[in-house]
């Protein structure tokens, strides 16, 4: 069974950095295609960043720049840098694992950026 632990969020002033982090288990972690999500409250799960089990990396516009995604396979982690956080960055972040027909989803951490 595959499990998905996620932490690192909470309250930040805007401008500030978090990063948050997601331990899989259950799985071979290196072969697996790993993201983040994000769901503010009243709106749609969007993608924030990917990163594949090669190490490539895909990030959504409004993160470009700001945000970084990473892994390591040794600590079966990833990791969601996030810097000069903004208000609208406020939201509900998930990790999302995907592994031939497997997928999981983490329980999700909540991000909030006070102005």
């Known amino acids: 069974q595959i499990q998905l632990v996620e932490s690192g969020g909470g309250l930040v002033q805007a401008g500030g950095s978090l990063r948050l982090s997601c331990t899989a288990s259950?799985?071979?972690?290196?072969?697996?295609?790993m993201g983040w999500y994000r769901q503010a409250p009243g709106k749609q799960r969007d993608l924030v960043a990917t990163?594949?089990?090669?190490?490539?990396?895909n990030y959504a516009d409004s993160v470009k720049g700001r945000f970084t995604i990473s892994r390591d396979n040794a600590k079966n982690t990833v990791y969601l840098q996030m810097n000069s956080l903004k208000p609208e960055d406020t939201a509900v972040y998930y990790c999302?694992?995907?592994?031939?027909?497997?997928?999981?989803w983490g329980q999700g951490t909540q991000v909030t950026v006070s102005p």
């Open positions: 999302n694992l995907r592994a031939g027909v497997s997928t999981a």
């Open positions: 990163i594949t089990s090669g190490g490539s990396t």
């Open positions: 259950g799985i071979i972690f290196r072969l697996s295609y």
